[in-house]
């Protein structure tokens, strides 16, 4: 019988995916196998994220929820005027998330919770077709943040707290088309700036409208990493006065973007609950990346990004089939914060599909073991970024691109 | 259970490593692009330094890599094409060694000097590459520089005995498939299913680079009797190109003939101006007084004698002026004056009258090579300063392509293209009009995905260090018009490539 379920849910496996940009909508297995909706439900300490002021609502004193994701993401190019063509060997990413909750009073709960909204890692063959843009890309940022939830009385509460963001980014590119060493080899930089740290600040609200039907909101507040002590390291430089690149160190700034969510939760014949989310994920502020070098021989290097604000419409399904055994179904529709001719292939992000699936499994009273799976489709699209420049001509790098991503994911939830 | 779970995300894990995303066409893809009615599963190029991949006056290994036939090759890939083999230099320093002792000198970089300005030098090093270490197995680009049309028919022109006495290429000696083996031969005992011919430039090349200072053969059918300097009879061409044509076709492969482009439309003979003198008045003055017994006695004397023509008495004229000045030079197609200036009623001194002999000024469509720029003005004795090359010193005929000497290139070359182009039509054999597509490079130039390729010496693109030899970018765009040639005639879609994503010259300081 269990065997049974476990293979009902995985044929019904609905498709997922992360969302644009270098945004990561992996904050828990719970809430991913429901298309990542959450920010109406109340059932775990995944709230610290979803929505704090869902905290001071969850029946147990005290909750603790953790897991990974196996982000297994791949990047297909080819462009059918010359052949060339690649595909990415990203190393498989392992986004974590740890959420804590603590009922103090009846009206005031405690929460902590680390996770990982941002991030990329992208691995193209070095000297691809595109590789004046991205070699190799790996972005990590570690949100920290401690939580506090109260409620006004049982249909209002109000949640939030300050955010501590740790993070790094490794970039590295050839410098342009064409420059090489005597040898042969791609003159190309490694950028590299870790230990980057700011502040930012979440706030939530939690409207029970009835017991089964539930309304929430979440803003997420805006936080700029800007890197002020990272390197830049030149390799297969020529030795020439006509080539200055030494090694440096380097300014930028990389945004994690504001993201305000809205949505309900509504449980319906005694054991199902649906959800919708809607996010906004205020992408406008990643206008371009720049990367300041500290040696004035070295020109600073402009990158256009010129994203826009998008959107993604989430819904997601949970049936509490046995004791034992929770089902849960999702899709969401992810756009693309990516505005036409600015396509670069470190983010290569089109509109997607995605389907999640998952369960939790009750062994015992304290004690869950959560899984999800998320596959994400995304169309195969033409695309160009026009605004790489050589001596000052603009240069688009075209192409065709189609990606996917699978993501499995196993968490454990301790309660008492 | 948990152990379900765990087998489960195991196989799982391994499944998504496997489920690539797939294109709806993927372009390695058989059948995507095509072949057309060409079979290119075995391709051989011949030719010489163009065909080998030869730039910034050396052969090394990342210029061979970006010969044309090598990026053709690539593409070719994409259409059935199957390995293609290069007699890869050892290194990228370019010279050759023969028995350890240096015999062609490295390659150019682009260096900067003390002064910070940037000019081509000799790469320096010791190069590794020893042409009597033979390579074994055999190559696909047959490319060898320095071979003329007549030399790969050439029996022992890979011998490496020869090279010392000329009689043999040092580059063909490390691969040629015995002492006797001819180019030609060589490459069709490879049954190639696809070739493509690139030859007869140096025929006319060497005498152009050398200003003129060989012999036009045209009318000598005997080739063993050449110069190297010489411009080859167009007969003589006609006849060992056809037989190149028929031993390459001999086992029904298709193929590609490049015909000749012009030499001025090289940086070669158009980077040094020809009214490369800066003088003031003053000087012009003092100078035009030196000429004027010359330009007002002399001149006319030799034409009342019936000695010269008008013509060339009006051609022999010395004039200078404040601004920009035309050098004097040499010309050997001039009336030798030496002995008769030294006669009555003239009675010049030895010295003088040699220098008068052939003398005359360089003229606007006269073409100076490249390597004029090193000498015209410069004083040789540094005694008297008053020696100055151009201006005083004429600038010997090996420094200027004549007017004339252009003349007899171009009637050569003319032949040639037109044995070429007939020989195509004739074989169903595609053919790339090379001549053509230089002259729009050097005439405005080609646009391309980040810029204009032209024929600019160092800045252009096009053209590597020794003013000759394209760059890389300047062989992807070689390749690309062979390319659209082969798709043209063979009904193929080849791909073709983005001549930006090819390198132009390399920067470096000793």
């Known amino acids: 019988m269990k065997k049974v379920l476990l293979l009902a849910v995985f044929a019904l496996a609905s498709a997922v995916t992360y969302a644009g940009g270098y945004r990561v909508s992996l904050q828990g297995n719970k809430a991913l196998a429901m298309g990542h909706t959450g920010v109406a439900v109340i059932n775990s300490s995944e709230s610290v994220f979803f929505n704090p002021a869902a905290l001071v609502y969850l029946e147990d004193k005290f909750s603790i929820s953790a897991g990974v994701h196996g982000v297994f993401s791949n990047i297909a190019y080819q462009d059918s005027e010359t052949g060339a063509n690649a595909r990415t060997d990203s190393p498989v990413g392992t986004p974590l998330y740890l959420y804590a909750s603590y009922q103090a009073t009846d009206w005031l709960a405690f929460g902590l919770g680390v996770y990982t909204p941002y991030g990329s890692s992208v691995e193209y063959e070095d000297d691809w077709a595109g590789s004046h843009l991205v070699n190799n890309i790996d972005l990590q940022a570690i949100y920290i943040q401690p939580t506090v939830s109260f409620k006004i009385n049982d249909k209002l509460s109000f949640g939030g707290g300050p955010i501590y963001v740790t993070g790094s980014v490794n970039f590295n590119r050839n410098l342009n088309r064409t420059l090489t060493d005597l040898d042969g080899n791609r003159a190309n930089v490694t950028i590299d700036a870790s230990g980057v740290s700011s502040w930012g600040w979440v706030a939530s609200t939690m409207v029970n409208l009835t017991d089964d039907l539930h309304i929430g909101a979440t803003y997420r507040s805006e936080i700029i990493l800007d890197a002020e002590d990272g390197t830049a390291e030149f390799e297969n430089i020529p030795n020439s006065p006509l080539t200055p690149f030494e090694n440096t160190s380097i300014k930028a700034s990389l945004p994690m973007p504001a993201e305000m969510t809205v949505g309900m939760s509504y449980d319906f014949c005694e054991s199902w609950t649906f959800a919708f989310d809607y996010n906004r994920t205020f992408w406008d502020v990643y206008n371009s990346l720049d990367i300041d070098f500290a040696n004035e021989a070295i020109p600073d290097s402009k990158n256009a990004r010129n994203y826009k604000n998008s959107s993604i419409y989430r819904f997601g399904m949970q049936y509490d089939a046995t004791k034992m055994f929770t089902l849960r179904a999702g899709y969401y529709f992810d756009e693309s914060p990516v505005r036409e001719g600015y396509f670069a292939p470190e983010t290569p992000r089109n509109d997607s599909n995605n389907f999640t699936a998952g369960l939790t499994v009750n062994l015992g009273e304290h004690l869950q073991i959560d899984a999800s799976f998320l596959y994400s489709h995304f169309k195969e699209v033409d695309a160009s970024y026009n605004y790489y420049f050589e001596n000052g001509v603009a240069v688009p790098f075209k192409g065709t691109y189609k990606t996917n991503a699978f993501v499995p994911g196993l968490g454990l939830t301790y309660k008492l | ?510």
Not at chain 2, 160 to 183: C, D
Not at chain 2, 268 to 274: A, L
Not at chain 2, 292 to 317: H, S
Not at chain 2, 374 to 391: A, C, F, K, W
Request: glycine share 10%; charged share 10%.
């Open chain 2, 1 to 510: 259970m948990k152990n379900i779970l765990k087998y489960t995300f195991a196989v799982l894990a391994v499944g998504f490593v496997s489920c690539e995303p797939e294109f709806d066409s993927p372009v390695t893809d058989d059948g995507f692009y095509s072949s057309g009615t060409a079979n290119l599963s075995k391709y051989v190029s011949v030719g010489n330094s163009l065909t080998a991949g030869y730039a910034d006056g050396a052969l090394y290994i990342t210029g061979q890599k970006n010969s044309y036939p090598n990026i053709m090759a690539e593409q070719f890939a994409f259409v059935g094409g199957g390995e293609f083999n290069q007699p890869l230099m050892n290194d990228n320093m370019g010279g050759l060694l023969l028995g350890g002792t240096q015999i062609t000198e490295n390659r150019f970089v682009l260096a900067v000097d003390a002064n910070g300005n940037p000019g081509p030098v000799r790469l320096e090093g010791t190069p590794t590459t020893d042409i009597s270490n033979k390579l074994s197995g055999s190559f696909n680009n047959m490319g060898v520089p320095g071979a003329k049309s007549f030399h790969l028919v050439a029996p022992g022109y890979g011998n490496v005995a020869g090279v010392p006495t000329g009689s043999a290429n040092p580059y063909f000696a490390r691969f040629a498939s015995s002492e006797n083996a001819t180019v030609v031969g060589d490459a069709a005992a490879q049954n190639p299913t696809f070739f493509s011919l690139w030859i007869g430039n140096n025929d006319i090349l060497s005498y152009a680079t050398s200003g003129g200072a060989g012999v036009d053969q045209t009318g000598n059918f005997d080739p063993s009797t050449y110069g190297g300097n010489d411009i080859t009879d167009p007969n003589v061409f006609a006849s060992v190109y056809s037989q190149q044509v028929d031993a390459l076709t001999a086992s029904g492969a298709k193929g590609v003939l490049v015909n000749i482009p012009e030499v001025t439309s090289i940086p070669y003979f158009t980077t040094v101006p020809t009214n490369a003198i800066p003088l003031d008045a003053a000087t012009a003055a003092q100078l035009n007084a030196q000429f004027a017994a010359y330009n007002t006695q002399i001149l006319p004397g030799l034409t009342a004698m019936g000695v010269i023509t008008p013509e060339e008495a009006a051609l022999r004229m010395i004039n200078f002026s404040a601004g920009q000045n035309f050098p004097i030079m040499t010309d050997d197609d001039l009336t030798d004056l030496t002995t008769i200036l030294q006669g009555a009623p003239f009675s010049l001194p030895p010295q003088l009258a040699a220098l008068l002999g052939q003398l005359r000024q360089v003229k606007s469509d006269d073409l100076i090579v490249l390597t004029a720029s090193s000498v015209l003005g410069t004083t040789p004795d540094p005694n008297n300063p008053q020696g100055v090359i151009g201006v005083s010193i004429p600038l010997t005929d090996q420094y200027v392509l004549a007017v004339s000497e252009q003349a007899r290139i171009t009637a050569a070359s003319t032949a040639y293209n037109a044995t070429i182009q007939a020989l195509a039509g004739a074989k169903g054999l595609a053919f790339v009009d090379a001549k053509a597509a230089l002259a729009r490079v050097a005439n405005g130039g080609v646009v391309y995905d980040g810029g204009v390729l032209t024929s600019q010496f160092v800045t252009g693109g096009a053209f590597s260090l020794d003013g000759v030899h394209p760059t890389p970018r300047g062989y992807a765009y070689t390749a690309n018009l062979i390319i659209q040639a082969i798709n043209d005639t063979y009904d193929a879609t080849i791909p073709t490539v983005h001549i930006g994503n090819y390198a132009t010259i390399t920067v470096t300081n000793n």
